[in-house]
């Protein structure tokens, strides 16, 4: 493994393991090879081809840190081109075990199996995957999406219907005995959102390929093993802090999701973000309806609007939990292109939104840095990406170290209301109220002592019984 170039270069994940990897037939890991082997943009998702089954079935795959199952389309739907057909695969094997995954928008459900992939642009050699086929879905394949399925590269503790379910890429490392880590770029920087054309992109799974950053890689630790959870010091918007209390930054987590695409906030945080942002521009009057996507703004194809914007800045504690690094995007990632109309108008949408659950830094943060997921160090790395230019000039930027003297020794709430808990709570209560329904049917089956003249009063409709309000 070559390590990161900079001052941080002994902190580059593998280069300390010294590893001779069996993933090709030159015994190493060869990561030029998986260079632009990404497809997409911010608007519809960067995707990734797949080889399935015996022989093999051609598929784009979205490439998201933001779920963990690895699933393609298994019937025709209007809105992909492509499926996967298990009954033309003689290694494709059915778990017979239905699945349902929902994500913030759009879910599906299908079918667990497994089968063989292969990569062209990827690892060496095939390997054995879960795989879910998707039988039905709602608002999850989108008109003009150019993906035919999802690779889910999170934790298990987020794998359906339980995580026994090995992931996609737990199985690589287990069968192609790579480091347990890789490393994701996305170039669509300032160019159209879901445009007519494609841009590229990098997943490097292994490790990091040195061409794909410029200087120093900055390492904050992972807070929890499900989403990749980070913590979120403070934000600043044309270098002016926000002042707010740093655990509304991570209300009720912060994330690094790649499916997501935007940079999304918890609500307090965004009103603020877009008070500072409105306060710090060059616009005296801006309709709302741009700030919450509802209206895009248009200017002549001969302005660039970029320049009316102020810088937005996220700090994240660093491994040494008495610092701090900032990584900050210019507006030409926040104020995206959008829209041509007729010969002399290019209109943009605003790259943030509100979130009722957490703070994840999507696709319009990550275009600008090449972005490293290190599970084997528990820790999420990033780096300036060379193709985070705009017209020959960058518009993203990492500094540091400053320190945290300042800031709460803990922003993140020691309250985890993540999904395993909330089944634990489900349980019980479902327990809670069988044991009651059975307490009350014995006690309808016990011999009255006496005899007792009902009225209409006494009667138990539907509405008030424990039917209508059972837990589901």
Known sequence: LRPASGSRQQDAPGAADGLALASDP????????????????????????????????????????????????????????????????STYRSEGIEVTVKYSQGSWTGVLGTDVITMPKGLYGSYTINIATILESENFFLPGVKWHGILG??????????????????????????????????????????????????????GIEPSLYTGDIWYTPIKEEWYYQVEILKLEV???NLELDCREYNADKAIVDSGTTLLRLPEKVFSAVVQAIARTSLIQEFSSGFWTGSQLACWDR?????????????????????????????????????????????CYRFGISS?????????????????????????????????????????????????????????????????PALWIASYALMSLCGIILLVLIVLLLIPPRCQHRYTDNDVVNDESSLVRHRWK
């Open 26 to 89: 030159g015994g190493t890991l060869n990561f030029l090879a998986m260079v632009e082997n990404l497809q997409g943009d911010s608007g519809r998702g960067y995707y990734l081809e797949m080889l399935i089954g015996t022989p093999p079935q051609a598929l784009n795959i979205l490439v998201d840190t933001g779920s963990s199952n690895f699933a393609v389309a298994g019937v025709p739907d209007p809105d992909v081109t492509s499926y996967f057909n298990p009954e033309l695969s």
């Open 153 to 206: 590269l999170a934790y298990d503790a987020l794998a359906k219907p339980s995580s026994s379910v090995e992931t996609f890429f737990d199985s690589l490392v287990r069968q192609a005995k790579i480091p347990n880590i890789f490393s994701l770029q996305m170039c669509g920087a300032g160019l159209p959102v879901s445009g007519s054309g494609t841009n590229g992109g990098s997943l490097v799974l292994g």
């Open 238 to 240: 044309g270098g002016q």
């Open 302 to 346: 001969t302005e660039k609007p970029w320049s009316l914007f102020p810088k937005l800045s996220i700090y994240l504690r660093d491994e040494n939990s008495s610092r701090s690094f900032r990584i900050s995007i210019l507006p030409q990632l926040y104020i995206q292109p959008i829209l041509v109309i007729g010969d002399n108008l290019q």
């Open 355 to 419: 979130s009722t659950n957490a703070l994840v830094i999507g696709a319009t943060v990550m275009e600008g840095f090449y972005v490293i997921f290190d599970r084997a160090r528990r820790r999420v790395g990033f780096a300036v990406s060379p193709c985070a230019e705009v017209d020959g000039f960058p518009v993203s930027e990492i500094e540091g170290p400053f320190s945290t003297a300042n800031v709460a020794s803990n922003c993140v709430s020691s309250v985890s209301f993540h999904e």
